[in-house]
């Protein structure tokens, strides 16, 4: 069993049909919309955990691309400005995934993307304005 | 064993003097006992690093040909205070920018005068018959101005509070955003390594006192404002709120763009980053104490911030220690904590401070006056002139 975390894109003709739906029925996988969003141009964005088999879940992801569904990997659409970053720790505060969090040791913050759910709360929080998140 | 500062003063002057972190001492102390720490330690660096809206910086612009009497100044359209004289103003740390909002303010306006990034001026005089002049618009940096000095009205609290929020909808406070039904707590403060924490009756730390102050040399100017040293304390003297505090001075022009930063918080504000660094000369054993507190010792109270009046309900008290592990049990629950100010920058200040005192280039001072030992914050209540 593998977990795999990802960011669909809908392109504006399929933001109304059930194509989550047939990663269930037709893969078997296990899957856990963390956030979902459609937007002004009519594009749709979705952050997907799948949970199945391994071989499962790469079928899965060939069917979303044969449907025109773009697939990427999640964590690449967070942008953590490092270099500025004053480890204060405001962005732990909201980070309910425990992603964002201060290293016990170093008091300096860290980042597990793995845990990331994309909610960009940490975002606005940021005093810095130093974290962006596509999506 | 006593000692004076002129002793440990000179002792630093020849190079010999032993300095170490306030969180160094802790393990030194346990190891050593109190009054060998006393005989071998001579100074004890605090330090925060932490965000304080009580802050600004006085500037003084130079005169233009003809010159103008400033009545009205904006700096990045910024409004500062001008109400000084001809050509002096103050911009205080949260004014907001008239054309961004609160995303740019008068601590973004310091920051960038600190790192020496060039910043408009405009301003708007009042004619007389020697200021002719009815406005100006010019770009200025540090380097270009006669004078530019932080004068913080309130910074360094001795302690703080724990923030929570206990309705159903998340707030926006100058302590973060504190999420719903408890979702969250933050506190502010570096807690072991705080300046006024290790020395709580301000034998040491006093007016005249010389500091780190955004990387420079500054200097304690004055009790802060809302100075409240009668607040509740524990056995070992330690408030378990904000209390004592401190109004500070530095040159801007020496300051670094690492120590200060500007900050906004969502949905509620500008504030301002300040980094500060305080030396505790070990006078004799009862300063060993003092400096010996570890966050264990140090209890916070926890604040419902949600909560819309001026006394607001504390749902219990918790030290800081627990604070550090991540999560605290409140009213059955389990609430993940959060600080919002700096421990690894008070760290770094903290040495810092520690290298310039060794190297010789920091000497101490004592305070020309202590602070008030005693006294109350007042409230402001609505009343007529016959009321008083």
């Known amino acids: 069993m593998a977990k795999k975390k990802v960011v669909l894109t809908f392109p504006p003709e399929k933001i109304e049909q059930p194509i989550t739906y047939h990663l269930v029925k037709d893969y078997d996988l296990i899957i856990n919309i963390l956030r979902a969003e459609i937007y002004e141009e009519e594009t749709g964005r979705m952050v997907l955990e799948l949970d199945g088999p391994k071989d ?23 942008i953590l400005n490092e270099e500025e970053c004053i480890d204060c720790g405001a962005c732990t505060a909201v980070c309910r995934p425990g992603a964002l969090y201060l290293n016990p040791k170093t008091f300096e913050l860290e980042f597990d993307k793995d845990k990331c759910i994309l909610c960009g709360l940490c975002v606005k929080v940021c005093p810095l304005g130093l974290i962006e998140v596509k999506f | 064993m006593v000692k004076s500062f002129e002793e440990i003063n000179e002792k630093i002057k020849k ?13 030194i102390v346990k190891e ?8 071998e330690v001579d100074v004890v660096t605090t330090a925060t690093f932490s965000p304080m809206c009580s802050s600004g910086a006085f500037l003084n612009f130079g005169h233009s040909d003809p010159p103008i009497k400033m009545k009205k100044v904006w700096l990045n359209d910024v409004p500062a205070y001008a109400g000084i004289a001809a050509v002096d103003a103050y911009i205080g740390a949260t004014e907001f920018s008239e054309s961004e909002g609160m995303r740019y303010g008068g601590a973004h306006v310091i920051e960038d005068l600190i790192t020496g990034k060039p910043v408009k001026l405009k301003a708007l005089g009042s004619v007389t018959d020697c200021y002719p002049r009815a406005e100006i618009e010019t770009y200025i940096t540090k380097d270009t101005i006669n004078q530019a000095y932080l004068f913080n009205p309130r910074n360094a609290y001795q302690n703080y509070a724990v923030a929570v929020n206990s309705t159903n909808k998340t707030i926006y406070t100058y302590m973060g955003t504190l999420l719903p039904k408890f979702g969250n707590a933050t506190y502010a403060t570096s807690g072991q390594l705080s ?19 955004c990387g420079a040399q500054g200097y304690v100017a004055w009790e802060g404002t809302q ?4 607040k509740e304390r524990t056995d070992k003297g330690i408030p378990t709120s904000n209390a004592g505090v401190l109004a500070l001075i530095g040159n801007l022009k020496e300051m670094s763009g690492d120590y200060l930063k500007a900050a906004a918080f969502y949905k509620y504000g500008v504030s301002i980053f300040i980094g500060i660094g305080i030396p505790i000369p070990i006078l004799d054993e009862e300063m060993v104490e003092f400096v010996s507190i570890s966050n264990k010792d140090i209890y916070v109270d926890i604040v419902d911030y949600s909560v819309p009046k001026r006394d607001k ?23 993940p904590t959060a600080s919002i100010s700096s421990y690894a920058k008070a760290r770094e200040i903290a040495q810092v401070l520690k290298s310039w005192i060794k190297k010789g280039d920091f000497l101490l001072t004592k ?11 007042k409230t402001l209540d609505i009343r007529t002139k016959e009321d008083l």
């Open chain 2, 367 to 377: 305070p020309v006056q202590n602070l008030h030992e005693e006294g109350i914050t």
């Open chain 2, 15 to 27: 190079g010999e003097a032993v300095v170490v972190t306030a969180e160094q001492i802790i393990d």
């Open chain 2, 313 to 335: 309900p504390t749902l219990g008290r918790i030290t800081y220690a627990d604070l550090r592990k991540g999560k605290i049990t409140l009213r059955g629950k389990e609430v």
């Open chain 2, 195 to 213: 300046p006024l924490l290790n020395d709580p009756y301000y034998r040491t730390i006093g007016i005249g006192t010389r500091i780190f102050l």
């Open chain 1, 56 to 78: 499962k879940i790469e079928e899965g992801i060939a069917y979303l691309k044969s449907q025109n569904v773009t697939v990427e990997e999640a964590a690449r659409d967070i």
């Open chain 2, 227 to 230: 100075h409240n040293p009668s």
């Open chain 2, 32 to 39: 050593k006992g109190v009054k060998q720490t006393a005989k």
